[in-house]
């Protein structure tokens, strides 16, 4: 059971991290990539948390 969540939390943070990179080379404005690398890292966090069994 707890190997299964380590799991699922590694996948979820490299994923991520994949978008993250995904999203500094797509060609728009500086600004707007600000605001889809923060949509991205909430994102992120409420499924870390949802896999900590916190939501």
Excluded: E
Excluded at 22 to 43: G, S
Aim: positive net charge; proline residues 2%; without cysteine.
């Amino acid at each position: 059971m707890a190997s299964s969540a380590l799991i699922s939390i590694l996948i979820t943070f490299l994923v991520i991290v994949l978008v993250l990179y995904l999203v500094q080379r797509l060609p728009i404005d500086a600004k707007m990539r600000q605001i889809a690398q923060i949509i991205v890292i909430i994102i992120g966090i409420i499924s870390l948390l949802k896999y900590l069994a916190v939501f």
